[in-house]
């Protein structure tokens, strides 16, 4: 149990990554916040956790307020009274569309989740850290942190800015105790590629070297694993979960 008696907060944990990282934090005994603006599907991961035996918590947050990422930290602390680690996982991913005509909202809505709410969620984190004497930020960016993609200007200027964000904490708190890795995911099986037609999810398979796509387990379980002490020498990394995908 490395995380056993850790707290820690899952930010878009209703489903997808969020809800596999939240799972695999409670399997390795933290005491799970799990965050979403969804309060039916994050209530579902809490009822999922507790069945398995764990122990989770539901409050409702919208990262791209930061007065809701603040009261979200705040929650963690009134109710386990400390915060230990927290997953920035929480964002979306604007339908494709040519750079030139991506209108000012879609790159402001885009933006306010995948980056704003990064930066909110950091803001009101450290300090909550700081008074356990350090910490672990763990936050989800994506292939797309490291390499462009078709249409999609916005969620890869704010994968790559996390990634900087990351690098940041690593400068600015690492004397303090207080570590962050950047955590980049291929296509991954949250349920959301049935949408696609057979040939584009068949194309995705083959983009990776692996020949398939991620499973929401395979990224949980790594980001409950760096989340631990044993990984305290790394600090401000990036660290692709992608079956190959930027080796080529």
């Given at each position: ?113 995948d980056l704003d709410g990064v930066f909110y969620g950091i803001k009101a984190q450290v300090p909550a850290m700081l008074r356990n004497g ?115």
């Open positions: 149990m490395p995380l056993e008696g850790k707290v820690a907060l899952v930010t878009g944990a209703g489903a997808g990554l969020g809800r596999s990282i939240a799972q695999c934090y409670a399997q390795a005994g933290a005491h799970v916040v799990v965050s979403d603006i969804n309060d039916d599907t994050g209530a579902e991961t809490v009822q999922l956790i507790l069945n398995a035996g764990g122990t989770a918590t539901y409050h409702h947050t919208d990262v791209s307020s930061p007065e809701e990422s603040r009261g979200l930290v705040q929650f963690a602390l009134d109710t386990y009274g400390r915060l230990d680690i927290a997953c920035n996982n929480a964002g979306i991913a604007p339908p494709p569309t040519p750079m030139a005509e991506i209108s000012t909202d879609l790159w402001r809505r885009t933006l306010s989740i350090g910490g672990t930020i763990i936050n989800i960016s994506s292939i797309l942190g490291q390499v462009a993609f078709p249409g999609l200007a916005p969620y890869v200027a704010a994968k790559h800015a996390v990634v900087g964000l990351t690098k940041q904490i690593a400068v600015d708190y690492a004397a303090q105790n207080i570590r962050a890795i950047a955590v980049g995911p291929a296509f991954i099986k949250t349920g959301l590629e049935m949408a696609l037609d057979e040939k584009t999810r068949a194309a995705l398979d083959m983009a990776h070297p692996i020949e398939r796509m991620g499973k929401p387990r395979e990224v949980g379980e790594v980001v409950a694993m760096i989340s631990a002490d044993q990984w305290s020498f790394v600090n401000g990394a990036y660290l692709p979960i992608d079956g190959g995908y930027l080796s080529r």
